[in-house]
């Protein structure tokens, strides 16, 4: 009984903060016309505004980001032709990723460099973890397929690890710059600034929510190489 407790509360922190982005998100993409711009018009207004001329504005299926190497804002469809409040201040957070560039941020240029060495990184980490067990078994000892799965699962979790130690950047991208935008524009209408700070709350969380799935992951991959194992 114990044992399943606890399942459920592990389950209940890695899961909880995904779900509750994903339902907060939705939660304002209606009406989807409660604003006179689709979230890229808005997006395209605020560059002009914060003198970002080069920076881009692009649609994506990958999900809203800012991309630092490219100087491009990117927008997933329904943020990118939607007038509605999710898609307007999901747009005010990117642009103010697109500003911490533009003015150096330190956190922000070590989260860029982080992220770079993520990728990379969790590529091999999945390659370390799909070895392990066929190096056990041709070294016929445990020793190393041992050191390959703990170097895989270090790997993985780097994901978790970045997104929580650059969470300070989508805090700073949220409050100290996309609200300030949208509350000294008077762009929000009236009763919208409670709900604005909730989807940008949300924004903030995205990656970190995201990557704590990757920890299931990693339980998954660790229960198959045991049950290999005996």
């Known amino acids: ?11 209940s922190i890695i899961l909880g903060p995904s779900l509750w982005v994903q339902r907060t998100m939705k939660k304002f993409e209606m009406p989807s016309d409660r604003y006179p711009f689709t979230g890229a018009e808005f997006t395209k207004q605020l560059l002009k505004a914060l003198n970002l001329n080069e920076v881009e504005v692009e649609s994506t299926d990958l999900g809203d980001h800012y991309d630092p190497i490219s100087k491009t804002v990117r927008l997933t ?3 990118m032709d939607s007038k509605s409040l999710t898609a307007v201040v999901v747009a005010a957070h990117e642009v103010g990723h697109a500003h911490q560039h533009s003015t150096r941020y330190m956190p922000f240029r070590v989260r860029t460099l982080l992220v770079k060495v993520m990728a990379p990184a969790q590529r091999f980490g999945a390659f370390i973890l799909m070895a392990a067990p066929l190096v056990t078994l041709i070294t016929r000892a445990p020793g190393p397929g041992f ?3 703990i170097g895989g699962f270090l790997t993985l979790g780097m994901s978790t690890v970045i997104h929580l130690v650059t969470l300070p950047t989508e805090w700073n991208a949220s409050f100290s710059r996309a609200l300030p935008i949208l509350e000294k524009g008077e762009i929000l209408k009236e ?5 604005a700070r909730q989807i940008l709350t949300a924004a ?6 995201g990557s704590l799935i990757s920890l299931i992951n990693i339980a998954r991959w660790w229960t198959i190489l045991r049950r290999g194992a005996i």
């Open 1 to 11: 009984m114990n044992y399943l407790i606890g399942l459920l509360i592990i389950l």
């Open 77 to 79: 469809p329904d943020k």
């Open 147 to 149: 050191i390959m799965l």
């Open 191 to 195: 009763g919208d600034d409670v709900h």
């Open 204 to 209: 903030a969380l995205t990656y970190v929510a």
